[in-house]
């Protein structure tokens, strides 16, 4: 991983983007020296918004590689790089709330992305969907996108039903797979709050959330009316885009 990021500081400043990759060969000379470990070597790494959103959709795809995600595929790398939409430039009318440019990879089953990050998938034999009463009836695409999220942290400690009647015109609830892309982006998330998705309904009355449990990881469910059973909870939300 070290090496990846040391390759990309190297492509950046053949860029001329000085300062961005001088930021990742400290970064990448920090995690060499500490044994950081794989995963997390990137997020040690301070790098949007200080760079570009070319800079940060590189950060980003090449997490999803460093996962495996292409060989998940059967494509190489180059391909798979290929596969994926680049970030556009954000909307005026986002800059309040969604500030947090995301890709997002939806060709790898929820399950099996859980498996490959770690995370513990407790919604297993539980029916799961996107929100059937969104106003909007958003579905989730098949093939990769990109969205604008503002990483749970506009609605905080309140419940899924009651964050669900405050959404604009041009936002939804965050689904349970959107926040582990979210996740994949930046692990370090949960350590600021943990993750509400009102934009997964599990069974009839449920909403998928992402919390940690003695640092692990776990991806569960509850009622949509309940309060979070600790403070810190926050609902992610995306923009339509």
């Known amino acids: 991983m070290v090496a990846e990021i040391e390759k990309l500081a190297r492509e950046l400043r053949g860029r001329n983007h000085l300062e961005a990759a001088g930021v990742l060969t400290i970064g990448a000379q920090i ?3 500490l044994g950081v470990p794989e995963f997390l070597q990137v997020e040690a790494i301070k790098v949007y918004p200080e760079i570009s959103l070319e800079d940060e959709w590189q950060r980003q795809s090449h997490r999803f590689v460093d996962l495996g995600f292409h060989k998940e595929l059967n494509l190489t790398e180059e391909k798979y790089f290929e596969s994926l939409p680049e970030f556009t430039v954000q909307p005026e009318s986002f800059k309040k709330g ?5 890709l997002r990879e939806t060709r790898i089953p929820i ?3 859980c498996q490959l990050t770690k995370v513990e998938y407790l919604l297993r034999g ?21 969205i604008w999220t503002d ?8 419940p899924v039903r009651d964050v669900r009647k405050e959404l604009a015109l041009d936002e939804r609830g965050g689904t349970a797979a959107d926040g582990i892309d979210l996740y994949i982006a930046k692990p370090s998330i949960l350590k600021i709050r943990s993750l509400d998705f009102p934009g997964t309904s599990v069974g009839a009355y449920d909403a998928a959330y992402l919390d940690l ?3 692990v990881p776990w991806l569960e469910n509850r009622f949509v009316g309940d309060p979070a059973h600790k403070s810190g909870f ?6 339509r885009q």
């Open 234 to 239: 926050g609902a992610l939300i995306c923009s």
């Open 126 to 146: 539980l029916s799961q969907s996107d929100w059937s009463n969104d106003p909007q009836k958003y579905k989730t695409p098949d093939l990769p996108y990109t």
């Open 31 to 33: 995690a060499r020296k």
């Open 151 to 158: 990483e749970g942290a506009r609605f905080v400690d309140m």
């Open 111 to 113: 399950e099996r992305k």
């Open 98 to 102: 969604l500030k947090s440019p995301l």
């Open 213 to 215: 449990w003695m640092d």
